[in-house]
Each structure stands twice: as C-alpha cells, then as structure tokens.
C-alpha cells in the first residue's frame, strides 16, 4: 500500500482560495497512490483563530468540492485533512450563527465523501480552538480495500484511550493530521511513536509546515510501523513524504507478540 502525506506550508499572504487550488494540483499528483493525507486546518493555519469564523464553511463547502474533484481525478482515498466546519445554526438563527467545529473531510477515488470526522478535544485551554469550536463526540473508522483507517486530530495524539478505542474498532492504521508548534517538535515524534506501539498499528501523522499567525510549524510528518519503527519522517519545510508499507503487518504482529489481548482494565466485564 502506498501512502503520500503533503506536508502543505501554511504560510501568511496566500490566500485560502490560492491555497486550495495549490492544494488540489498536489492531490492530482498523486495518482498512483492508495492514500493521500493532507494537515490539520491547512486551509487557515491551525493558530490563525481569528480566521476560523471568518474562513468557516460547510460540510460540502469549497473546499469538499476542490478535494472531492482532485481525489477522483488522482484516483486516491484522501483524507483532506481538516477545515473549520460552519455548522447548522439552531432554529431562528442566521446562518453565520451555526457552530463552529474543526471537522476532518474523507473521500474515496470515486470522490465521495465517506466519512466526516469532528476533533474531539481541542486545544487551548481557556482560548483559541478550545473556546471557538465545538467538539465532536464520535469514534471514526474508514475500511479500506487493504486496511482499516482509525481517524483522530492533531491534540488527540496526547489522548491514547481515543486511539484504543479506534483499534477496538478495528483500526490497523492510525491517521493523524496536525498543525503541530514546532516548539513542541520532540512531542510530536514521541508520542506519534507511542501511539504506534501500543496499539499495534500503523501511525502516519502529517503536520503543516510554514509559519502562520506568528507559530512556526513542526513539519516533520511521520510514519510508523506497528514495532515503532520509522518508515519515514519529513523536515522542516513543505515536502510529499511517500512510503510503501504492507497493511498485513498489523495481523502478524498482532499474533507474534499479543500484548492486546492481555488488556485488563477498560475492558467490560461479564455481569459488570
């Protein structure tokens, strides 16, 4: 299987509109891929909050039709990365009104939207994503022709009872998009690592590369096998990073090493 994660600079004076376009042209040349990844928010940048109103839009959008379109011209399943979602407004309202929520967009080759995935924690604590956006509340799994993608969002990666849960549903590879700080670079590997490890299942996380709203990003896109083995990383700056790995893996690690089935907590009991 073959997977191409595009490390997209998100950087200030382009546009959203410019960028999208770019962003569709690298898409179409990955025909010949089995999976293309895109970042977190690469349409605003992940730190330009005051943009995420502003820039909003819903699920079928700009932006699902440019990545719709490009994924079956390139013939790939895409996960489009994530985009400030508009949602619908509650009754009574005006349309700018509607929720906002950081909501990660999945086609298949034929370019239909197969599955919608909404961050489920946000970062910032008491500002930023974590006050402007609504959370999601929902695990989400895409089957593959070859593998089972588990899908989760950039903060998500410190969270790894999401990821369980994503395996328990029978994930094998793990998607993360991200708009990471490069300031916490060293987290990024670790933890893309870990959550490799412990689940026993392929992690290929793509972060935004640039600069934007003053926060130099970590690139440094990354994937891992399900031994925590590096595949392949990027650098610093906008790349395709492209990796050959086999799905099958996961099954036979799986079974040379079970350390899954010797899970004790978190599990439901008979009777409990």
């Known amino acids: 299987m073959r997977a191409s994660l595009l490390q997209v600079a998100v950087n200030e004076g382009e546009s959203v509109e410019s960028r999208r376009r770019r962003v569709a042209g690298l898409v179409r040349g990955q025909a010949g891929a089995d999976l293309v990844v895109l970042p977190e928010l690469w349409t605003t940048g992940a730190f330009a909050h005051e943009d995420f109103g502003r820039e909003a839009e819903p699920l079928d959008g700009p932006t699902h039709e440019a990545m719709a379109e490009a ?69 989400v799994t895409v089957p593959l022709p070859h593998t089972t993608l588990g899908v989760a969002t950039c903060y998500d990666l410190r969270f790894p009872e999401l990821f369980r849960g994503l395996v328990d549903a029978g994930a094998e590879t793990l998607v993360v998009p991200a708009g990471w700080p490069d300031r916490r670079r060293s987290h990024w590997t670790l933890l893309a ?28 896109s990354i994937v891992v096998d399900p031994w925590g083995e590096v595949l392949a990383e990027a650098g610093p700056d906008e790349e395709i990073l492209t990796v050959d790995f086999d799905p099958a893996k996961v099954a036979k690690i799986r079974e040379q090493f079970p350390a899954l089935k010797d899970r004790v907590l978190g599990l439901a009991r008979p009777g409990g």
């Open 193 to 220: 690592q870990a959550r490799a490890v412990e689940n026993q299942a392929f992690v290929l996380a793509c972060a935004t590369a640039g600069t934007h709203a003053g926060v130099p990003q970590s690139g440094h």
């Open 71 to 139: 994924a079956r011209d390139a013939g790939v399943w895409l996960h489009a990365g994530s985009v400030p979602e508009r949602g619908a407004p509650d009754r009574g309202s005006d349309a700018g009104d509607g929720p906002l929520y950081n909501t990660s967009l999945i086609f298949s080759p034929s370019g239909e939207l197969a599955a919608v995935y909404r961050k489920i924690h946000r970062f910032g604590f008491d500002k930023g994503e974590a006050v402007l956006m609504g959370a999601g509340d929902a695990l």
